[in-house]
């Protein structure tokens, strides 16, 4: 047999607009900061201590800024199940509503454990090696290894591009119904269109220096740029607009759960 002991009650409050714009602020001065220190203490190299550029290199996996976007991203999951379960509990909402918004909780989600452990480049790599013919070059008998030969990019864009363009759609269908404050509906739009910007770049990024499309070399040569330079804050400028279009998405659905969520209770309860 239990009992069960009440402790009494803690009640913080908080101002949800200006928590939400604080946080917004906040995500915008981290990534900033990032580009900042990429640029002067990493590609500067105001250091010569390798390790310590590597962690202020924005164009790595392994850097302080990818552990950020991560986080962050992992923060839309947990702010979108929140979401899911405040819809789920009202009895009036439609259950398509309730499912759109565990679908988009689970995508985001994925997306942290994407880029933590960098699963559509490694994916991108087992497609690559599964079209391959014995002679090391992509098979022409497969479909596969044709859509390699025409594509003059990264492999994973192949595999993935499909997937997340239907995700954008199909996000903006849904969001544009449900998302009823106005700077919510326009912050999703931007964080939508910075990931377009983002794969574009990335898009680039994955061609052949001789490949004639390739906007590196255009600016290396138009403006007498090292190419090294060019890339490198090219793939900069991309990861800050990822980074930019989750903290988007983010005050999106925090503004969202503040005009839905009403008053949320945390209780807890010791059982003897």
């Known amino acids: 047999m239990s009992n069960t002991t009440n402790f009494g009650n803690c009640v913080f409050g908080i101002h949800a607009r ?28 105001l250091t010569e201590i390798g390790a310590i550029r590597r962690l202020c290199n924005l164009a790595r996996e392994d850097s302080l800024s990818s552990w950020f976007g991560s986080i962050q991203t992992l923060m839309v999951g947990l702010t979108l199940i929140v979401i899911f ?17 565990c679908i988009l909780a689970i995508f985001f989600i994925y997306m942290a454990i ?16 599964l079209n391959k ?7 022409e008998h497969t479909i ?3 859509l390699l030969r025409a594509f003059p990019s990264y492999a994973w864009q192949v595999v993935f591009l499909p997937f997340f363009g239907s995700m954008g759609i199909l996000m903006l269908i849904f969001l544009k119904k449900e998302l009823k404050v106005r700077p ?13 910007i983002a794969v574009f770049m990335d898009f680039v990024e994955g061609m052949d220096k001789e490949h004639p499309w390739n906007l590196h070399v255009m600016l290396q040569e138009n403006y007498h740029l090292r190419y090294r330079t060019v890339r490198h804050f090219s793939k900069a400028i991309e990861e800050t607009i990822e980074m930019l279009g989750i903290t988007l998405f ?23």
């Open 18 to 45: 200006r928590f939400v714009w604080n946080i917004f602020i906040f995500c915008l001065l981290m990534e900033l900061t990032f580009l900042i220190l990429d640029a002067f203490v990493n590609f500067a190299e």
């Open 114 to 129: 994407d880029d933590g452990a960098e699963v559509h480049e490694r994916m991108g790599t087992v497609f690559k090696t």
């Open 144 to 146: 596969g290894g044709k």
């Open 133 to 139: 013919d014995e002679a090391g070059a992509y098979s």
């Open 184 to 196: 919510a509906w326009a912050l999703a739009v931007m964080g939508i269109s910075c990931f377009v």
């Open 250 to 272: 983010w005050t999106a659905f925090l503004l969202h759960l503040s005009k839905i969520a009403g008053t949320i209770q945390i209780q807890f309860i010791h059982k003897d």
């Open 85 to 101: 379960l405040r819809v789920k509990k009202d009895r009036s909402t439609a259950t398509w509503k309730a499912v759109g918004w």
